[in-house]
């Protein structure tokens, strides 16, 4: 899977398995469950959680009879937590209440959310954007105006201009330490400080991640040694999501008042913190005042 096709194929066929992997194992629970719940509900849920382990552990008659009580109970008592919370909700209603305090309670009922950072229009160039299309293009023509070289100084763009011109050998010597392969234990240690961050285009989370069996993470382990000893970065890794996020106390109907947030891969961010640890490491053993890791033009430099 990972020998014998290109890196691209190879991170694209691990992904997928990765993704099939999480659809056949991690529940799925519908969007539209009322947040309606008490203490009460909590202790019947533990108690269905632990019928449900011990029958799937001794898949006995008394087990499958002792779950599906468990969790006609969990039912009731749900249903029950529901009808009192209704009811209590509409015997506070007076006339001091708004219709708009209401209409919120119902839609909560039945899990429906507003999302409070929907736009529904920009002010750009004297016009009013309305369509939801159109409002993402222009916030993102904006960010991209906000990072090009247009917004960098005259002297920055011209020393940029005249480094990029020199041609650089940037072929690794194999015989140093810091470029020798990965191992199991580096991949761990890196694994195990990630954050729950959220997931790029590619859907994978860390959680995922850390979830995964030794023979999987040896395969992405050879994934990434593949990757660093032929210096190729993945293109999917390259692709993010932006996010666009207001910034507080300005208007949001002005483009310029949004900052990005990018979200990337984390089988990426996996690597790049494992290279993280390398550079830093053999910065302070040999007092190096720069290793430099760099991705340009889809290679590990």
């Not at 039912?75 to 909700?89: D, F, H, K, L, P």
């Not at 293109?235 to 106390?249: C, E, F, M």
Request: charged share 25%; aromatic share 10%.
């Amino acid at each position: 899977m990972v020998d014998k096709d290109s890196i691209d194929v190879a991170v694209n066929t691990i992904t997928d398995f990765i993704i099939s992997s999480a659809d056949n194992s991690i529940p799925k629970t519908p969007g539209n469950i009322p947040k309606l719940w008490n203490p009460e509900c909590d202790t019947c849920q533990k108690t269905l959680e632990k019928a449900w382990y011990n029958f799937r552990r001794y898949p006995t008659t008394h087990s499958l009879i002792k779950f599906k009580k468990a969790r006609a109970k969990f039912r009731q008592i749900r249903r029950r937590s529901m009808n009192t919370t209704w009811c209590s909700y509409v015997n506070s209603i007076t006339r001091q209440v708004s219709s708009k305090v209401d209409w919120d309670k119902v839609r909560k009922i039945f899990g429906c959310y507003s999302d409070t950072q929907n736009i529904s229009f920009l002010n750009y160039n004297g016009q009013v954007i309305s369509d939801a299309k159109e409002i993402g293009n222009v916030i993102g023509q904006t960010l991209s105006e906000i990072s090009s070289e247009s917004s960098y100084p005259n002297d920055f763009i011209a020393f940029k201009k005249c480094e990029e011109q020199k041609s650089v050998d940037f072929l690794p010597s194999y015989a140093e330490d810091y470029n020798s392969t990965f191992s199991y234990h580096e991949l761990k240690d890196a694994l195990r400080k990630s954050n729950p961050t959220s997931p790029g285009p590619d859907q994978i989370h860390n959680n995922m991640l850390k979830h995964l069996g030794e023979s999987s993470l040896l395969t992405i382990l050879l994934l990434f040694n593949r990757i660093w000893q032929e210096r190729v970065f993945p293109l999917s890794w390259l692709k993010a999501i932006v996010v666009p996020i207001p910034k507080p106390g300005k208007d949001k109907q002005d483009p310029n008042n949004y900052r990005p947030i990018a979200l990337t891969s984390c089988l990426g961010k996996l690597l790049e913190r494992m290279v993280a640890v390398v550079c830093m490491f053999w910065k302070g053993v040999n007092g190096l005042s720069l290793l430099k890791v760099d991705f340009v033009e889809g290679e590990i430099l």
